[in-house]
């Protein structure tokens, strides 16, 4: 008998297919809704509030200010032609959605069972067993939903799958550890050496991230530190020599890089949300290739 709750509910905003850079192999990734920091990067800012939201498509909107009037709980403001949509105030009922006449609200995030995630997942096995891939969890941050995420962690082992998650490690040990226990692949991402700029960029001290980091190696999980290079923030020479550091004292002998890019900067004008990237270039392999030498030189198998 299943000892998985498949009834076991969560809010995801997207489930992608045949991805080949989220673990081994080809996986389906599960995007949870939800995380306890705030990078201003975010490539994902619709994964921040744990809970469903409206996007808003100036270009399709024709100001008729329909969603206004119909709004019953007074979350939509509009200001020199620009609608507001107050998270605080709306419940995602989804009224604005379904009477836009121009289809320029849409809800970002759903509810789902284990159930229904794995019902997607598993139309793909054939091609994990091929490339040795399998479930990938995201988000977000898929321990800020932790009964979700085990559920759906037991549920891939029990059907046969590889389990794999991309975390920022910010939650405590002990439902890190309770979560973690699942997962055959960690891909734990690294944000700064430095607590005070970890702070100035992410809203969290990195504290509780490298304590995390540090317990999971220590019990001889696989576990791959990636770290997203961001200008201005963590792309200096001197913060590749000490982020070598700190992943040697941590016991780390290789990681990956992550270059900055601006997949998601239309995002936050569909959010209605400030970015401190707007009009950023994009960083590319070329741009990262000192940056990688220091810390080869300083004992870090890093790669792009």
Same mark, same amino acid.
């Given at each position: 008998?299943?000892?998985?709750?498949?009834?076991?509910?969560?809010?995801?905003?997207?489930?992608?297919?045949?991805?080949?850079?989220?673990?081994?192999?080809?996986?389906?990734?599960?995007?949870?809704?939800?995380?306890?920091?705030?990078?201003?990067?975010?490539?994902?800012?619709?994964?921040?509030?744990?809970?469903?939201?409206?996007?808003?498509?100036?270009?399709? %909107?024709?100001? @008729?200010?329909? +969603?206004? &009037?119909? =709004? $019953? !709980?007074? /979350?939509?403001?509009?200001?020199?032609?620009?609608?507001?949509?107050?998270?605080?105030? %709306?419940?995602? @009922?989804?009224? +604005?959605? &379904?009477? =836009? $006449? !121009?289809? /320029?609200?849409?809800?970002?995030?759903?509810?789902?069972?284990?159930?229904?995630?794995?019902?997607?997942?598993?139309?793909?096995?054939?091609?994990?067993?091929?490339?040795?891939?399998?479930?990938?969890?995201?988000?977000?941050?898929?321990?800020?939903?932790?009964?979700?995420?085990?559920?759906?962690?037991?549920?891939?082992?029990?059907?046969?799958?590889?389990?794999?998650?991309?975390?920022?490690?910010?939650?405590?040990?002990?439902?890190?550890?309770?979560?973690?226990?699942?997962?055959?692949?960690?891909?734990?991402?690294?944000?700064?050496?430095?607590?005070?700029?970890?702070?100035?960029?992410?809203?969290?001290?990195?504290?509780l991230p490298i304590k995390n980091m540090k317990a999971t190696f220590?019990?001889?999980?696989?576990?791959?530190?990636?770290?997203?290079?961001?200008?201005?923030?963590?792309?200096?020479?001197?913060?590749?020599?000490?982020?070598?550091?700190?992943?040697?004292?941590?016991?780390?002998?290789?990681?990956?890089?992550?270059?900055?890019?601006?997949?998601?900067?239309?995002?936050?004008?569909?959010?209605?949300?400030?970015?401190?990237?707007?009009?950023?270039?994009?960083?590319?392999?070329?741009?990262?290739?000192?940056?990688?030498?220091?810390?080869?030189?300083?004992?870090?198998?890093?790669?792009?």
């Amino acid at each position: 008998m299943s000892e998985v709750n498949f009834e076991q509910k969560g809010i995801v905003f997207n489930i992608q297919k045949f991805s080949v850079n989220d673990g081994p192999g080809i996986r389906t990734v599960v995007f949870f809704k939800g995380c306890p920091l705030r990078c201003k990067w975010c490539s994902n800012p619709e994964s921040q509030l744990p809970k469903v939201q409206p996007f808003w498509d100036r270009q399709k %909107c024709e100001d @008729c200010r329909h +969603c206004l &009037a119909i =709004c $019953p !709980q007074h /979350a939509i403001s509009v200001e020199i032609n620009h609608i507001h949509i107050h998270p605080s105030l %709306c419940n995602a @009922c989804g009224l +604005c959605v &379904a009477e =836009c $006449p !121009q289809k /320029a609200l849409e809800l970002q995030g759903q509810e789902m069972t284990v159930t229904e995630v794995m019902e997607v997942v598993m139309q793909d096995k054939v091609f994990y067993e091929e490339s040795g891939g399998g479930i990938t969890l995201s988000g977000g941050e898929m321990l800020m939903q932790p009964d979700f995420a085990l559920e759906l962690l037991k549920a891939a082992h029990e059907m046969g799958l590889h389990t794999c998650c991309e975390t920022t490690g910010y939650a405590a040990a002990e439902r890190f550890e309770k979560v973690m226990e699942h997962v055959d692949y960690i891909l734990f991402d690294l944000k700064h050496w430095d607590a005070k700029k970890h702070q100035q960029g992410t809203g969290v001290s990195n504290e509780l991230p490298i304590k995390n980091m540090k317990a999971t190696f220590a019990k001889g999980k696989t576990v791959l530190p990636r770290i997203p290079v961001i200008p201005g923030f963590n792309d200096s020479l001197d913060d590749a020599a000490q982020l070598a550091k700190l992943l040697k004292a941590i016991g780390v002998e290789r990681c990956q890089l992550l270059p900055f890019h601006q997949f998601g900067e239309n995002k936050y004008d569909l959010l209605d949300q400030e970015y401190d990237y707007h009009d950023t270039p994009s960083l590319h392999r070329e741009d990262l290739e000192d940056y990688l030498h220091v810390m080869i030189g300083e004992g870090i198998e890093a790669f792009l």
